[in-house]
């Protein structure tokens, strides 16, 4: 089997890559590889890894997610590690029940709104524990990957990224080839890449997950906003920067949650009024991050040094008055006003118990 399908391991059918003209494995492993050369260097060479990963990749990120979500699923690295146990036959294949699905999804949630404020505490200005937090990662990525099957475990529960992934790819530009899933065992329902309109929203039926969408869709938007309020702070992890590390973006979450709840109870009554409210504030999220993130690459940040790559504020005073427009008009275009078939992040594969299937 294995050798038809290209792979270095005894790939197991429902692991198979499917056929498609387009290199995904090779990209797969020129990612991971990647990735393993960022965590090298971010110990190595901290200022040069803190760069490349923070100020270089992850800005790039959320407008690859809003555009192209199928991409980043077929090639994110932490997926490899997650997936390898399957591929090899050494994963256990719990199903996943919808509680424990709910739980990891609420989990997935917590941890992202435990991360991302420890960015400015410590892992933004300190190579090494942000290669410690990308390890620990992988390593979660992979325990999960052993235990639960296929996709289940990390990729569509305790992921980090997944809530975001489900937020911000509303309204996918492309829809490629499923390079995770040969054929569809159903290790997910729903399947986050291969439902139509996927959004924080659709959920099994435990309330727990209900409650993690609702949560996601409403408060990530202010989370961002406050998230931006508080500058990178180099040295000790004192107390007060703690309690400003997390009270900006929660206590912004905390209002766009309280706003996007108030909007829900008289817009959200239909399946369309829902989607609308949800795009609408997955477009704010991701505006309002590139509205502060584009220009802090270049110096214009609200906190000076925070988030920089290169110093233009002598040479281009003039572009964040230039980026801001652009970038909250292009994404507020692409997730509310542009024509977009349904469409899922990846086409789904052929199910494995009843022949070719469509997408949900
Ligand atoms: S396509 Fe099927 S096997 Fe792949 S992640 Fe979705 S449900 Fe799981």
Not at 93 to 99: F, I, L, S, T
Not at 212 to 224: D, K, N, R, S
Not at 229 to 248: N, S
Request: proline fraction near 9%; charge should be positive; aromatic fraction near 10%.
């Amino acid at each position: 089997m294995a050798a038809h399908l290209g792979g270095p391991w005894p790939l197991r059918p429902s692991a198979a890559a499917p056929g498609s003209a387009f290199p995904w494995r090779g990209i797969q492993t020129l990612v991971l590889l990647g990735g393993v050369i960022l965590v090298l260097t971010l110990v190595l060479r901290p200022s040069i890894g803190l760069d490349l990963f923070w100020n270089g990749l992850i800005p790039l990120a959320p407008a690859l997610i809003v555009i192209a979500p199928g991409v980043w699923r077929n090639i994110c690295p932490m997926a490899t590690f997650s997936l390898l146990p399957g591929r090899i036959g050494r994963s256990l294949e719990w199903p996943m029940r919808h509680r424990a699905s709910a739980v990891l999804t609420m989990l997935g949630l917590a941890a992202l709104v435990l991360i991302v404020p420890l960015r400015h505490l410590l892992l933004d200005t300190d190579g090494p524990a942000t290669a410690l937090m990308l390890t620990t990662a992988a390593a979660l990525a992979l325990g999960l990957g052993s235990l639960y099957d296929w996709r289940s475990g990390w990729c569509n529960g305790l992921c980090p990224i997944h809530p975001v992934e489900k937020l911000y790819g509303q309204a996918p530009a492309l829809t490629p080839t499923n390079a995770r899933c040969g054929t569809c065992r159903r290790c997910s329902t729903p399947c986050p890449d291969s439902t139509r309109s996927m959004n924080p929203l659709v959920t099994g039926p435990d309330r727990l997950a209900k409650v993690a969408g609702h949560l996601m869709t409403g408060g990530f938007a202010g989370f961002v906003l406050g998230w931006y309020q508080v500058p990178d702070y180099a040295g000790a992890v004192t107390l007060d920067r703690i309690a400003a590390g997390y009270a900006w973006p929660l206590g912004g979450g905390l209002v766009s949650l309280a706003l996007y709840t108030a909007a829900y109870r008289r817009y959200g009554l239909t399946a369309a009024g829902r989607t609308r409210l949800a795009r609408l504030f997955a477009a704010a999220a991701v505006a309002g991050y590139y509205w502060y993130r584009i220009p802090a690459l270049a110096g214009f940040g609200p906190h000076p040094g925070t988030g920089m790559l290169l110093d233009l504020t002598d040479v281009w005073p003039a572009l964040p008055w230039i980026s801001r427009p652009l970038t909250t008009g292009f994404f507020f275009w692409f997730m509310l006003m542009r024509h977009s078939e349904t469409t899922s992040w990846l086409i789904r594969p052929t199910r494995v118990s009843d022949g070719p299937g469509g997408q949900e």
